[in-house]
Structure formats: C-alpha cells, structure tokens
C-alpha cells in the first residue's frame, strides 16, 4: 500500500493549494513525516517536514508560504501552499522523513502546475 497524496492542480500564481496525503494503513503513526516535490530532469527534494511531536522545518524557498501539519485522528498529512510561484511546479509527494527505509511506500505523487 503506496501513501496517497492528492490535492493538486493548476492555479494562477499567487493562489494557494492544500494537498493531502493520506496513511489508510497507519503505518507511519510513530514517524516523522515530509512533503517532497520532483521536476522532470532533478532529484526528488524535501519540501518540508514534520515531526511526531508537531515541530515543523522548511526548505527555505518556500518558508513563509508553505505550512505542513498533521491530523492523527485522520491518518493525514497535509501541505497548505500559498502565494505559489511558477517555480513551485512539480510533481508532490509525502513520505516518511527521512524516507531511505520507506521507498516501497512512494505514491504516484499529485502534480501542481503554477501558471504565470
């Protein structure tokens, strides 16, 4: 069973996006959790990341502007995105953090497009 992230789409920029990523197995309870994104061509890069605890971390290109949390009465991890620029398109996706031991879990990830 893969992590089901979902939520994309396409939007202007400056407009905001929530994705979500649901854990229906609660595999992942007792970890800490991130969102990643992937271009064609690039690595998969973190996003952002949160603990088990609550406690949050950023990449910097999007501190201020993303925010990730967690519900465990719901199994899910989201990511709000606002104000998003052209350069946050990429394909989404949650996982583990650090992922290393839970690559059997990638999902098929949730494309956002930002226009200009």
């Known amino acids: 069973v893969q992590l089901q992230a979902s939520g994309g789409g396409l939007v202007q920029a400056g407009g905001s996006l929530r994705l979500s990523c649901v854990d229906s197995?609660?595999?992942?309870?007792?970890?800490?959790m991130g969102w990643y994104r992937q271009v064609p061509g690039s690595e998969r890069d973190l996003v952002a990341r949160i603990s088990r605890s609550g406690s949050t971390n950023y990449a910097d290109s999007v501190k201020g502007r993303f925010t990730i949390s967690r519900d465990y009465a719901k199994n899910t991890v989201y990511l709000e995105m606002n104000s998003l620029k052209p350069e946050d398109t990429a394909v989404y996706y949650c996982?583990?953090?650090?992922?290393?031991?839970?690559?059997?879990?990638w999902g098929q990830g949730t494309q956002v497009t930002v226009s200009s």
């Open positions: 197995r609660r595999i992942f309870s007792n970890n800490d």
């Open positions: 996982n583990a953090y650090p992922p290393y031991y839970y690559r059997r879990y």
